[in-house]
């Protein structure tokens, strides 16, 4: 009779520690996984960033602009941040979540812009920031936007209970 509650005991504890999958992150870091791209047309070369998994990630310039893009290989999902001022992705880093080594999604800090009356460069730092919270594959319909206190956790649990409740 011991020896089924020894068992019984052992399989609770098995069942408990691999019953909840853990979520992982990775970072990708703008000014060491990324480089410039060599362009034959006129303008900015892009930036060109390490893939993760089937997602390329780069760093398209304007005059007063640098947009981050975040593309599946096949082109079936395409992910634009909103325009940053130029040199905001160089001290950066995005989040990449994982769950069951899969990508499920991206983090992203951005400055919060504003209104200018300059015609050329119509936005500039509002002297703020937010986390971009994007899901991707089945995940792709999450897009939300968190600031404050605790921001980074609270992006953190948006997404993985986002990518929780879908897989119910």
């Given at each position: 009779m011991r020896i089924y509650f020894?068992?019984?005991g052992l399989i609770w504890i098995s069942v408990s520690l691999f019953a909840k999958e853990k979520f992982t992150s990775s970072y990708l870091d703008f000014s060491k996984d990324c480089k410039?791209?060599?362009s034959d047309s006129e303008g900015d070369a892009p930036l060109v960033c390490k893939s993760i998994g089937?997602?390329?990630v780069k760093v398209?310039?304007?005059a007063c602009f640098e947009t981050v893009l975040v593309e599946s290989k096949d082109q079936k999902e395409v992910i634009e941040f909103s325009n940053q001022p130029i040199g905001?992705?160089?001290k950066r880093k995005m989040e990449w979540?994982?769950?069951k080594n899969q990508p499920v999604g991206i983090i992203y800090r951005m400055d919060v812009m504003k209104p200018t009356p300059n015609e050329?460069?119509?936005?500039q730092r509002a002297g703020k920031e937010k986390l971009e919270i994007r899901g991707l594959g089945k995940f792709s319909?999450?897009?939300k936007s968190v600031s404050g206190k605790n921001a980074n956790e609270k992006a953190r649990k948006i997404l993985d209970s986002f990518v929780v409740k879908r897989l119910e």
């Amino acid at each position: 009779m011991r020896i089924y509650f020894i068992i019984l005991g052992l399989i609770w504890i098995s069942v408990s520690l691999f019953a909840k999958e853990k979520f992982t992150s990775s970072y990708l870091d703008f000014s060491k996984d990324c480089k410039a791209e060599t362009s034959d047309s006129e303008g900015d070369a892009p930036l060109v960033c390490k893939s993760i998994g089937k997602y390329s990630v780069k760093v398209n310039y304007s005059a007063c602009f640098e947009t981050v893009l975040v593309e599946s290989k096949d082109q079936k999902e395409v992910i634009e941040f909103s325009n940053q001022p130029i040199g905001a992705t160089d001290k950066r880093k995005m989040e990449w979540r994982f769950f069951k080594n899969q990508p499920v999604g991206i983090i992203y800090r951005m400055d919060v812009m504003k209104p200018t009356p300059n015609e050329n460069c119509p936005e500039q730092r509002a002297g703020k920031e937010k986390l971009e919270i994007r899901g991707l594959g089945k995940f792709s319909d999450l897009s939300k936007s968190v600031s404050g206190k605790n921001a980074n956790e609270k992006a953190r649990k948006i997404l993985d209970s986002f990518v929780v409740k879908r897989l119910e």
